[in-house]
């Protein structure tokens, strides 16, 4: 009896075929494994599913989507597909990558807030949750919950604080999320925290782009953090992420004379009222300064200390002066400035009738301390900074 001639791709040799078989995608591979046994061991190769894992999943070792150890990569790839094989893939894998920067940025930044992240919601959490509610939640906030159901309170004392009622915010309408203004309680007054244009495809499953609101604002936070735009800030023992841009051009920096002022702002929606016309916009400011470590040098005289006397504010609404403001001291204080030490931070807010203004002025400083003058007073400038009604509300 004579015998078969191998034809077609068998009589290539085991590492072209392994060289064509890492060019198919995933589902391919799985496909080409189902020709014959020699293909089957082929498409199996454990280094072939390790490329997948780490090219859609970002997986540097086979875990399952519960973080258990998997026997291969092909089994931690499946685990993870079969999880979540009801939504795209390709959402799936965005959604990933969003947790995986946060967890990232944590991990370097601030580490103890990692274990109050909590563990992925199940379906059937999320199935109980959308018919408690009576809504369809859109796909992206469902995998979001997915990977991650929130965060653990920080601070018992915290719960049920009538205060939380200031800042509700939720899903509304087509997948966007609003923020509460300071008449949510009485008129249901909302904004949208992420452009409506970006909005799209929240129930299409079917679609290879989804995202919603809960989705961008997401993406966005994690960008800034990234970017270092916002920063972990430090006051006493307490560390918190501070939404008060740090770069340009919405952080504004200035040095005279060895002074350093950074100082801007961010809207307040909690305490604005869009019905208000003088009033409607809400911004709080944060005004950082500090003494440069060569110290403070004015009029060619050097000098290890000043001390804040003065301080002039000239506020504008779409370029139109609306405030000059002349006043002693800043909330109260003189700070006293010496070289190289920590940020003196102070926090203000001012009302708007405008979606976009700006502020700018002057701190007068003494030279040594305001008790014991050792010059002539100076004016440090506080460059202009913007006040603006931003795309991304945070």
């Known amino acids: 009896m004579a015998t078969k001639q191998p034809t077609g791709l068998e009589i290539i040799g085991g590492l072209a075929i392994h060289v064509i078989v890492s060019k198919l995608g995933p589902s391919d591979a799985a496909a080409v494994a189902c020709v014959n046994k020699r293909f089957k061991d082929w498409a199996s190769d454990e280094s072939l599913w390790a490329s997948f894992c780490a090219q859609e999943l970002k997986l540097s070792s086979p875990i399952d989507p519960l973080g258990n150890q998997c026997p291969t990569f092909k089994a931690a790839y499946g685990a993870w597909r079969e999880a ?3 939504y795209p893939w390709s959402l799936v894998k965005r959604v990933k990558d969003i947790w995986d920067r946060i967890k990232t940025w944590l991990t370097k930044n601030f580490p103890e807030v990692l274990p109050t992240l909590r563990k992925g919601a199940s379906e059937d959490e999320i199935n109980k949750l959308e018919k ?20 653990e309170q920080c601070s018992p004392s915290s719960r049920g604080s009538t205060n939380r009622l200031q800042n509700l915010c939720g899903l509304i309408g087509e997948g966007q999320l609003y923020v509460g203004t300071k008449n949510l309680l009485v008129s249901r007054e909302m904004m949208p925290c992420v452009p409506n244009g970006l909005i799209t ?4 499953s079917k679609s290879c782009f989804q995202q919603d609101g809960m989705l961008l604002w997401l993406e966005e936070h994690v960008h800034r953090l990234e970017t270092g735009y916002i920063k972990v800030r430090e006051e006493g023992n307490i560390r918190s992420i ?8 919405l952080c ?3 040095t005279t004379g060895g002074v350093q002022v950074r100082a801007s ?7 604005s009222d869009l019905v208000q016309e003088k009033e409607k916009y809400m911004f709080a400011y944060s005004i950082r300064m500090s003494l440069k470590p060569e110290g403070c040098f004015i009029h060619g005289m050097s000098f290890n200390s000043c001390q804040l006397y003065w301080r002039h504010w000239i506020i504008k609404a779409n370029d139109h002066v609306v405030a000059d403001i002349n006043g002693e ?6 700070p006293l400035l010496r070289p190289g030490e920590k940020e003196f931070v102070y926090e203000s807010c001012t009302m708007s009738a405008s979606s976009r203004g700006s502020i700018e002025g002057s701190f007068t400083f003494v030279p040594g301390r305001l008790a014991d003058p050792k010059g002539s007073t100076f004016d440090a400038e506080v460059a202009k900074f913007p006040l603006l009604l931003p795309e991304y509300i945070f």
């Open 84 to 86: 979540y094989g009801m």
């Open 132 to 151: 408690c509610l009576k809504v369809k939640l859109p796909l992206p906030t469902r995998v979001l919950y997915r990977f991650c159901d929130g965060q």
């Open 201 to 204: 495809s929240i129930h299409d």
């Open 242 to 249: 501070s939404l008060f841009p740090e770069q340009l051009p």
């Open 252 to 254: 504004s920096s200035a």
């Open 265 to 271: 702002a961010v809207f307040v929606p909690e305490f």
């Open 329 to 334: 001291a800043v909330i109260g204080q003189f």
